[in-house]
Each structure stands twice: as structure tokens, then as C-alpha cells.
């Protein structure tokens, strides 16, 4: 069984450690507060006294750090992975961080003869405490499906996405969706709270409906966006442009401001003067795409599989 370093005791950090060790792998820790170690030692941990000796000691080494500038202080600072590390070594950093610094990294890895993956967590405190966590792994696939098992001790949903640096992309991605939706929904409930209508009434309605439902994420996107094909329409543009255009209206009537709303209702507007009125309400992806320079294909991609990994409310 291998020997596994972990490097950051933190919020996150502790909770996924704790679970490696509870599935019996030895385990090295460093943190650079003594005490937040002291709970691993007591259970049989080894405490190292540097990064260096971490990796020295270890088959794999993990980092859960809180960003891209410590990162690169352990990874590759004085008495850091880099300089313990031995041959045949892989180091994986589960921080959120930059893609383009684990991609630097790796070169540097691997003329030491060591590996590298990027595998950033989602799921919070209490996901890495209770082993409910999504890890979306960059690298190498034959190391990814090596220490697997290792990444299976801390997380139930465990994801490869691609060449090294593609598991931070998905993590940034991942967050950057939340906060635009997190914000589309203060919006929402604000207008509606203003409009007359209880909080718990609304966001009830809200989670039962189709949002709710996540229809948008587990069918729609896989049918329409992935094959770059808009028809036969489940809900029309011109529909679409005529809800929002309501609620912005509304708004205006409560003196609700909308940024994300009218920002939206702004590209419907753009897009039904293209012609595109009739067409599935997802056509607005169009625009992006051309403002992007990029399109958002996979017509492998089903709806089953597109779900995987997003956990929807039973009564939805």
C-alpha cells in the first residue's frame, strides 16, 4: 500500500487527509501549524518537518492549499516537493489554483523522473469530512487510474477530465457557474420578495419547477448545445425573451435592480434579430460561442452521462 503525504491541514485539507488515513493508508503530514497535525500524529501519522521530507517519505504526495501563490512556495521553494520528491513520485495539488502554474509545474516534475496531477475538490468543509466530494483530475490517465483508489478514499465522485491542467479549467468553470447563478437567484427572490410574495413561497416554486428540476443541465444542454442543434424547440426563444422581458418589466415597476436579467434579456433581444425566434431557447449559446471563438460540441455526450454528477433534490 502506498505511502501518502499530505501537505495542508486546513478546512479541507483535514477532512480529506482524515479520510485517507481512515482507509489505512500510511500516512505523512505536514502543516505549517504544528497543532493542526497533532490529530493525525495521534492516530499514527508521521509528522515531517518540511514539504521535502513529506515528499521523501511518500509515494504520493497531496496539496491542499488556499491558492496558487502558496502552492508554488511548497511546490517549489526552498525545502518544497520538488527537492524531496524521489523518481516514480506523483504529486497531486488539490487546491483551487491556476491552470497555467500546474502546467509549469509538471515539466519540472518530470525531469526528476516524478509525476504530476491537478485534482481540485468541490463539496465544502463538510464534503471533505464526510467523503462527499467531486475531484476532477488533470494529468497523465495511467497515474490518474493508479492512485485512483487513493482519490476514492476522500471522494465519492471522482472525475478524470483531461491532460494535466484541464481538472483546475473544470474547477474554475464549475465556480465561476455558481457565482453567476447565485447571483441570478438573489436577483430573482429579491424581485419577488419586493413583488409580494413570501421567500419560502417562491424559492418552493423555484425548486420544484423546471430550474429546480436542473431540466436545463441534465437534457437539454446534452440535445441541444452539445449537437449544435436547436430544433424541434422544448421552449422557443421567443418565449423566452417574452418571460424575461415580464420580469424585467416587473422589476422596473419594484425598482429592483437586474444586472444578470437585463444582461440576459439584452442577448435574447440580439439573438431573436437574427431570426432565431423559434428556434430552442438554448440557441442564445450561439452568441457565445461566436464571442468566444470557440463552439461547446460533444454529440457523444447523453443526457444520462451529462447528469452524472449533479445532485438534484429528491422532490424536485
Not at 485534482?119 to 494529468?139: D, E, F, H, Q, Y
Not at 417562491?202 to 429546480?212: D, I, P, S
Not at 444586472?259 to 430552442?280: H, T, Y
Not at 457565445?288 to 429528491?314: C, K, L, M, N
Request: glycine share 10%; with cysteine.
Amino acid at each position: 500500500m502506498e505511502t501518502v503525504g499530505f501537505i495542508g491541514l486546513g478546512n479541507m485539507g483535514a477532512g480529506m487527509a482524515g479520510n485517507i488515513q481512515k482507509a489505512d493508508y500510511p500516512l505523512v503530514v505536514y502543516d505549517v501549524r504544528r497543532e493542526a497535525a497533532a490529530a493525525f500524529v495521534e492516530r499514527g501519522a508521521r509528522l515531517a518537518a518540511s514539504p521535502a521530507e513529506v515528499a521523501s517519505l511518500s509515494d504520493v504526495v497531496f496539496t491542499s492549499l488556499p491558492g496558487p501563490k502558496e502552492v508554488e512556495e511548497v511546490a517549489l521553494g526552498p525545502q518544497g516537493i520538488l527537492e524531496g520528491i524521489r523518481p516514480g513520485g506523483i504529486y497531486v495539488d488539490l487546491s483551487t489554483s491556476r491552470p497555467t502554474l500546474i502546467r509549469r509545474l509538471e515539466p519540472l516534475f518530470r525531469a526528476k523522473g516524478a509525476h504530476v496531477l491537478d485534482a481540485p475538490v468541490s463539496g465544502g468543509k463538510s464534503g471533505a469530512a464526510t467523503r462527499n466530494l467531486a475531484v476532477m483530475v488533470g494529468g497523465e490517465r495511467a497515474i490518474f487510474e493508479r492512485i485512483k483508489p487513493i482519490l476514492d478514499a476522500f471522494g465519492d465522485k471522482v472525475f478524470y477530465a483531461g491532460s494535466i491542467g484541464a481538472g483546475s479549467v473544470c474547477k474554475l468553470v464549475h465556480n465561476m457557474i455558481g457565482h453567476g447563478v447565485r447571483q441570478a437567484i438573489a436577483e430573482g427572490l429579491t424581485l419577488g420578495v419586493k413583488a409580494g410574495v413570501e421567500a419560502e413561497a417562491l424559492w418552493e416554486c423555484v425548486r420544484r419547477g423546471a430550474l429546480g428540476r436542473m431540466s436545463f443541465l441534465h437534457e437539454t444542454l446534452p440535445r441541444t448545445v452539445f449537437r449544435g442543434q436547436y430544433e424541434p424547440p422544448s421552449f422557443t426563444l421567443a418565449l423566452a425573451y417574452k418571460d424575461i422581458s415580464l420580469a424585467t418589466e416587473l422589476a422596473r415597476e419594484y425598482q429592483v435592480p437586474l444586472p444578470v436579467a437585463a444582461l440576459a434579456e439584452q442577448l435574447a433581444l440580439e439573438a431573436l434579430n437574427r431570426g432565431w425566434g423559434e428556434l430552442d431557447s438554448s440557441v442564445i449559446f450561439r452568441l457565445q460561442e461566436e464571442a468566444a471563438g470557440v463552439e461547446v460540441r460533444a454529440p457523444q455526450v447523453d443526457p444520462q452521462r451529462a447528469s452524472r454528477f449533479i445532485s438534484t433534490h429528491p422532490e424536485a
